[in-house]
């Protein structure tokens, strides 16, 4: 089945070292994007790729990067994680920004542990 | 830009009743709406979406219905059960501009068996 797949599940890294968060999608979408999501909260959009174009958020902070090497696969850098970054991330993906086709379908999440 | 409110933030229903779920938008040029049902430990899932040229769409037990003029949709649940426990979130996308939808803060649903 055609999906979104975030690895790992959960990660567990320490204050200041850096991490990377991966997402790949199997429905050739032209879209991905990065979401934060804290307990109780709504999902926070960090950025997103339409193909090779970046759009960053104006709030998102600079220790946050993201690279898309291909249209199947993304990552999220967070270089210098601090204790406020424990959170659930979301990978989502888009067919396209236009028309019909800019549903969203998003991956399980990796969740961010900081010690 | 676009604001969506959204509410109850909890809601709690016994097994076979209905739950209803609103939101609010402020951009009158928003036009398409989607719902998503977010398990523990999951990410969100698409249960449903309305585009603004239609005022309700139904699929099996779940229904969503839009009001243009007054700028509010809501999500109806038929014959809850206890595996629609979940938190629902629903979004709005403004046509033209930023394509990425806005999301509201979330209703945690509990259906009691």
């Known amino acids: 089945d055609a999906m979104v797949i975030q690895n790992p599940r959960y990660q567990v890294t320490q204050f200041g070292k850096p991490v990377t968060l991966s997402c790949s999608q199997t429905l050739n979408h032209n879209v991905m994007y990065w979401y934060q999501q804290k307990s109780s909260q709504a999902p926070k959009l960090l950025f997103h790729y339409y193909d090779k174009d970046f759009n960053n958020e104006a709030d998102t902070p600079d220790n946050f990067q993201s690279r898309r090497p291909n249209t199947s696969?993304?990552?999220?850098d967070i270089r210098s994680p601090g204790l406020?970054?424990?959170?659930?991330y979301l990978c989502a993906t888009s067919r396209d920004s236009t028309g019909t086709r800019y549903?969203?379908?998003?991956?399980?999440?990796?969740r961010l542990t900081v010690t | 830009g676009e604001n969506v409110e959204q509410h109850p933030s909890t809601l709690s229903v016994q097994e076979g009743d209905s739950a209803v779920i609103k939101c609010t938008y402020s951009d009158s040029a928003s036009n398409y709406f989607p719902w998503y049902k977010q398990e523990l430990g999951k990410g969100p899932q698409l249960i449903i979406d309305i585009r603004s040229n239609v005022g309700e769409k139904k699929d099996q037990r779940i229904a969503v219905t839009l009001n243009k003029t007054a700028k509010h949709f809501s999500l109806h649940i038929t014959e809850t059960q206890p595996e629609d426990s979940a938190v629902y979130f629903c979004a709005a996308r403004?046509?033209?501009g930023s394509y990425i939808p806005t999301f509201g803060r979330g209703t945690s649903l509990i259906v009691h068996p």
């Open chain 1, 73 to 76: 696969f993304c990552f999220l």
């Open chain 1, 103 to 110: 549903e969203q379908y998003f991956g399980p999440g990796t």
């Open chain 1, 84 to 88: 406020g970054d424990a959170a659930m």
């Open chain 2, 94 to 96: 403004a046509a033209g």
